[in-house]
T-cell receptor, first 113, second 117 residues
Framework: AQSVSQHNHHVILSEAASLELGCNYS??????LFWYVQYPGQHLQLLLK??????LVKGIKGFEAEFIKSKFSFNLRKPSVQWSDTAEYFC???????????FGAGTRLAVHP | KAGVTQTPRYLIKTRGQQVTLSCSPI?????VSWYQQTPGQGLQFLFE???????NKGNFPGRFSGRQFSNSRSEMNVSTLELGDSALYLC????????????????FGPGTRLTVL
């Protein structure tokens, strides 16, 4: 079955620490991958997306992710987090171009000042 | 451009009742998808509509249904509510075309929080 998994369910960091959130997908064919963020009390917002081309994609707010096909991974990174990055982060994929998103379980990130 | 809007934002119902939720997509978007978000199951795809037709469907019982109008606005209906239907219901729209393939990003609304007592 198609699935997207996020290994870190809760992450706690101090400001200025580096961040890497793992995401793996388990389906083949055309792969479209996304990272969404949900700030407290707000709706899901797109951070970045990968459809094709350069496997290193840059998104908003200094986030980036690298698509590694051989590892079925699409990890999210940020070199220096801020308190305002406290949120829940979701990795999602679309397999074969079907117009539905398969979400990972989410990672709750807490950044302490 | 205005974002995706959903009404109502909060609903409280009792078991056995039915409920209708509404979603207005971003202007020009013809694809509307619905998702259920719960603490236990996370975000799960319900269904997607394009040009008033359901194109894709998730693994939910028939009590969950939807429709889309000619102006792309969409409604979803849940009949015979169960306690487990308590969730945040999210609507997303995209500029996806008629082929059923995802060609652009899905933009999410704020959701409707449904509580079933």
């Amino acid at each position: 079955a198609q699935s997207v998994s996020q290994h870190n369910h809760h992450v706690i960091l101090s400001e200025a620490a580096s961040l890497e959130l793992g995401c793996n997908y388990s389906y083949g064919g055309t792969v479209n991958l996304f990272w969404y963020v949900q700030y407290p009390g707000q709706h899901l917002q797109l951070l970045l997306k990968y459809f094709s081309g350069d496997p290193l994609v840059k998104g908003i707010k200094g986030f980036e992710a690298e698509f590694i096909k051989s590892k079925f991974s699409f990890n999210l990174r940020k070199p220096s987090v801020q308190w305002s990055d406290t949120a829940e982060y979701f990795c999602a994929g679309v397999s074969g171009g079907y117009n539905k998103l398969i979400f990972g379980a989410g990672t709750r990130l807490a950044v302490h000042p | 451009k205005a974002g995706v809007t959903q009404t109502p934002r909060y609903l409280i119902k009792t078991r056995g009742q039915q409920v209708t939720l509404s979603c207005s997509p971003i202007s020009g978007h013809r694809s509307v998808s619905w998702y259920q978000q719960t603490p236990g199951q996370g975000l799960q795809f319900l269904f997607e509509y394009f040009s008033e037709t359901q194109r894709n469907k998730g693994n939910f019982p028939g009590r969950f249904s939807g429709r889309q109008f000619s102006n792309s606005r969409s409604e979803m209906n849940v009949s015979t509510l169960e306690l487990g239907d308590s969730a945040l219901y999210l609507c997303a729209s995209s500029s996806s075309g008629p082929s059923g393939r995802l060609t652009d990003t899905q933009y999410f609304g704020p959701g409707t929080r449904l509580t079933v007592l």
